[in-house]
């Protein structure tokens, strides 16, 4: 056998043709470090109408292999599964394989442990980054979540039986097994039929007990479940398809490998994330898909499908930032952006009927757009403080009850969709959406995190056909300086009233959502725009008059940090913002202008927009608050 290549045609455009060519991509590499003792540099690749295996060199002689040593899937081994054996007759011996019952308690026994530690280690960001005091708790088997799956779903005996098939051959007949699947997927258009024609011979030769065809399993093929497989249900119990054992017993495989299976949050309804793979090496999907497994936590089903894609993303950075560190040289292939390692998963929904499951829902899910190359190391660092910032304010959408109502449905229902596809307006629809509920939130004194300008910054300098848009827009003096104002006006007022004791200034609870609501009219926008401006220049002269007639002297700079007095918007920013309107339109600008509002300004941004007022054209001259100065100071 001198073959490179091998491919695995996508037959139902669903995750269970990833599962077969990871399961088999799999099994090859285990066969491969045999004759090489490596398996590194085995890739797979998506290539449009199937995936793809690159072996760094061609398969030897079959001859020399011991396939017996190699274990395949391990069956399910439980109490029960032992008991129905032995009540059948059968030996409990023949599912010696994954201790399901140890697993259980081991993962129990880990959990109670972590209980015991603080909370900050509580927590997925503590074990993604692997923080030294977990170091010392074995963690439990991340395997275990497939086998859960497999006994929710009431399969295990189904499971075994196909486990069992494959354990019983003979060391020859694994061979004559091994040589049919490399000859079919040798190239494309796999023909199946030729091979389970090919099997049924050669089990009638070889005295092979079972039959070439079983049921196709909706773990393993999402679409394939009851009364899934037919346009039109003429009865109530439809069968499921049939497939090649085979080849279900790859996807199976492959499903230890790919999958991410998670019950959602206080329901017992279940998603299984399948990783998507365009262009990866086997070991690193490997290595990934392990630790996703460990840091992404049951949540609700739309949180859920947010944190799949952002912790992947995470993880992937996690490894460029290690090669990083250890001066690795990075190939310059591997210098892409993480969307062409992987596209993200397909995710299945599965609906819990009682006794049985249904498939509900197949959807993709993809990687952020938004992310840059990972060219260097100050790239990555960008990348996850990034992430970092976004799943800190995702994890922290929910209400007073620590639950999701219809509010942060919504809310979470934006950024899934700013997620999923490669526009910005599902992101302004949610930058919006959330300026209303962080001002609700911290007026009933609960936490929630600011987005921040140089995360906006880093999203929108990564959209290259808009960049230069954005560009021209965020880095105007005009903009800038209403930005200022408006977060003056909502976020640090309220902080000083909250954390101050300092009432000088009124909070506009909901001017971002004021503003949007007329950005459909330019005209309107900018009347509205234009009340809150003249409104806020009125308070901050007003505020600034009482200071001096206090003080009975003409305020000097150090006079405006007690009371915490701000800049008026000037005359020529007005109009500057007027032109960008004109130019790009209300939405965009005022989606921008929202955005950074309500965005965490660091100091360096805030000193340069501050330096912008000129006090010949302005409309006052009051000093700006610093309570954005430090984020160290500000809760969220």
């Not at 196909?162 to 003979?170: A, F």
């Not at 859920?304 to 930032?321: H, P």
């Not at 900018?526 to 002297?553: P, V, W």
Request: aromatic share 8%.
């Amino acid at each position: 056998m001198d073959a490179h290549f091998f491919y695995v045609d996508k037959m139902s455009s669903t995750s269970a043709d990833t599962l077969l060519a990871v399961g088999f991509a799999s099994y090859l590499a285990e066969i491969y470090l045999q004759q090489y003792e490596t398996t590194s540099d085995i890739f797979i690749s998506d290539m449009g109408s199937c995936y793809a295996t690159e072996l760094p060199q061609p398969l030897g002689a079959l001859e020399t292999l011991n396939l017996s040593e190699i274990t395949l899937l391990s069956p399910f081994n439980s109490g029960r599964q032992r008991e129905k054996l032995t009540k059948k007759g059968a030996s409990s011996e023949m599912i010696a394989g994954f201790d399901y019952d140890l697993a259980m308690e081991n993962s129990r026994i880990y959990r109670e442990r972590v209980k015991a530690l603080p909370r900050n280690l509580q927590t997925p960001e503590a074990r993604l980054k692997k923080a030294p005091e977990l170091g010392e708790i074995p963690e439990p088997d991340t395997r275990l979540s497939h086998y859960q799956t497999i006994n929710m779903m009431k399969i295990a005996g189904t499971f075994n039986e196909l486990v069992q098939r494959w354990m019983d051959l003979t060391e020859g007949q694994k061979q004559l097994h091994l040589e049919l699947l490399l000859h079919l997927f040798s190239e494309p258009d796999n023909d199946v039929t030729a091979a389970i024609t090919a099997w049924q011979e050669m089990a009638k030769k070889e005295n092979i007990k079972g039959k070439a065809l079983v049921s196709a399993l909706q773990i393993i093929n999402p679409t394939t479940g009851k009364g899934a497989n037919r346009a039109k249900a003429r009865e109530l119990t439809i069968g499921n398809q049939d497939s090649f054992w085979l080849l279900e017993l790859l996807k199976f495989r492959g499903f230890m490998e790919a999958a991410a299976p998670l019950v959602i949050k206080e329901s017992k309804d279940r998603k299984t994330y399948v990783l998507q793979p365009k262009k990866i090496e086997l070991n690193i999907l490997q290595a990934t898909m392990r630790t996703l497994r460990a840091v992404l936590w049951p949540s609700s089903a739309v949180k859920l499908d947010i944190l799949a894609s952002l912790r992947l993303a995470q993880i992937f950075v996690q490894q460029y930032k290690a090669l990083y560190e250890e001066n690795a040289t990075v190939k310059r292939w591997n210098r892409r952006k993480i969307n062409s390692i992987a596209q993200g998963f397909e995710v299945t929904f599965y609906k819990d009927l009682g006794s049985a499951y249904a498939t509900m829902n197949v959807s993709d899910l993809h990687l952020p757009e938004w992310l840059p190359k990972l060219e260097n190391s100050a790239l990555v660092r960008d990348a996850e403080a990034l992430l970092d910032e976004h799943i800190n304010i995702i994890q922290h959408i929910r209400n007073n009850k620590g639950e999701e109502g219809s509010e942060e449905y919504e809310l979470l229902r934006f950024y899934r969709d700013f997620l999923s596809g490669n526009d910005l307006r599902p992101f302004w629809n949610f930058t919006t959406a959330y300026s209303g509920y962080l001002m609700s939130a911290r007026r009933k004194d609960r936490y929630m995190p600011q987005l921040t300008t140089i995360g906006l910054e880093k999203i929108l300098m990564n959209d290259r056909k808009n960049e230069s848009k954005y560009t021209r827009i965020i880095e105007d003096d005009g903009f800038q300086q209403i930005a200022n104002a408006i977060r003056e006006a909502t976020v640090n007022a309220q902080y000083n009233d909250s954390h101050r004791d300092d009432h000088t200034y009124e909070i506009r609870y909901s001017l971002g959502q004021e503003l949007m609501r007329q950005a459909r009219s330019e005209d309107d926008f900018m009347t509205a725009l234009s009340k809150f401006l003249h409104l806020y220049n009125a308070e901050t002269a007003r505020e600034e008059e009482k200071a001096a007639n206090r003080l009975k002297k003409k305020l000097e700079a150090e006079d405006g940090k007690k009371p915490y007095l701000r800049f008026s918007v000037s005359k020529s920013s007005i109009a500057s913002l007027a032109k960008l309107v004109e130019e790009f339109g209300s939405e965009l600008v005022g989606s921008l202008l929202v955005a950074y509002g309500y965005a965490f300004d660091d100091e360096r941004v805030s000193k340069k927009k501050r330096s912008q007022t000129s006090e010949d054209d302005s409309l006052g001259t009051s000093k700006t608050t610093d309570a954005n100065s430090n984020p160290l100071n500000v809760k969220g």
